[in-house]
């Protein structure tokens, strides 16, 4: 089994950037590939991005391309999610996950494990 902590997450202005972690412990994060989910205020959770388990490959939801980075520092175990140009519908709590394929994807469903989520907000 593998646990996942979130950090980084707060309140920032329009235009601000923010880091998230997503910390694992238990299994190396190597051994799986990772995404980044969130969920608003009355919303359902979506797939913000996903990066492949040797971080080869990324996929990010339309609105944040360009926008949000997610990378990996296998040696540390621990997955970031870089946000800037940040804008008040990116408030939400965001959850990091893992999953045991090589490549990310868009379901939940897909992924094994999960952090308890950290909240974003960014004030207009």
């Known amino acids: 089994q593998v646990q996942l902590v979130e950090s980084g997450g707060g309140l920032v202005q329009t235009g601000g950037s923010l880091r998230l972690s997503c910390a694992a412990s238990?299994?190396?994060?190597?051994?799986?590939?990772m995404g980044w989910f969130r969920q608003a205020p009355g919303k359902e959770r979506e797939f913000v991005g996903g990066?492949?388990?040797?971080?080869?490959?990324?996929r990010y939801l339309n609105s944040v391309k360009g926008r949000f980075t997610i990378s990996r520092d296998n040696a540390k175990n621990t997955v970031y999610l870089q946000m800037n140009s940040l804008k008040p519908e990116d408030t939400a709590v965001y959850y990091c996950?893992?999953?045991?394929?090589?490549?990310?994807?868009?379901?939940?469903?897909?992924?094994?494990?999960w952090g308890q989520g950290t909240h974003v907000t960014v004030s207009s």
């Open positions: 996950a893992a999953s045991d394929a090589d490549m990310y994807s868009d379901y939940e469903s897909e992924y094994d494990y």
């Open positions: 238990g299994r190396t994060l190597s051994s799986y590939a």
């Open positions: 990066i492949s388990r040797r971080g080869a490959r990324q």
